[in-house]
Nanobody, 121 residues
Framework: QVQLVESGGGSAQPGGSLRLSCAASGSIVSINAMGWYRQAPGKQREMVAGITSGGSTVYTDSVKGRFTIVGDSVKNAVYLEMNRLEPEDTAVYYC???????????????WGQGTLVTVSS
């Protein structure tokens, strides 16, 4: 069974930095894309950043120039470097993986358990 395990959430002051990590466990053959979503209190879940197996990246406008997504296909992992954090970045961040293939199974989409990021002074 494949799981996404996240780490790295926590608290930061405005202007600070945090790094989120997500690794897929299991006998993985391939992952088409991985990314990060977030859900702030009272708001819908939104895509923050994504990266394909080919290395193409996409960011939501509000994080462009501040966040960087990095993938590691060997470790089946994805990282989100978050700089110049703003209070508006406060949310639960979820790792996402699309089209995960193992030797026996195929998973259209997987989600991590979520990690809380709080930005405040």
């Amino acid at each position: 069974q494949v799981q996404l395990v996240e780490s790295g959430g926590g608290s930061a002051q405005p202007g600070g930095s945090l790094r989120l990590s997500c690794a897929a466990s299991g006998s993985i053959v391939s992952i088409n894309a991985m990314g990060w979503y977030r859900q702030a209190p009272g708001k819908q879940r939104e895509m923050v950043a994504g990266i394909t197996s080919g290395g193409s990246t996409v960011y939501t406008d509000s994080v462009k120039g501040r966040f960087t997504i990095v993938g590691d296909s060997v470790k089946n992992a994805v990282y989100l470097e978050m700089n110049r954090l703003e209070p508006e970045d406060t949310a639960v961040y979820y790792c996402n993986a699309v089209r995960v293939e193992t030797g026996d199974d195929s998973y259209p989409e997987l989600w991590g358990q979520g990690t809380l990021v709080t930005v405040s002074s």
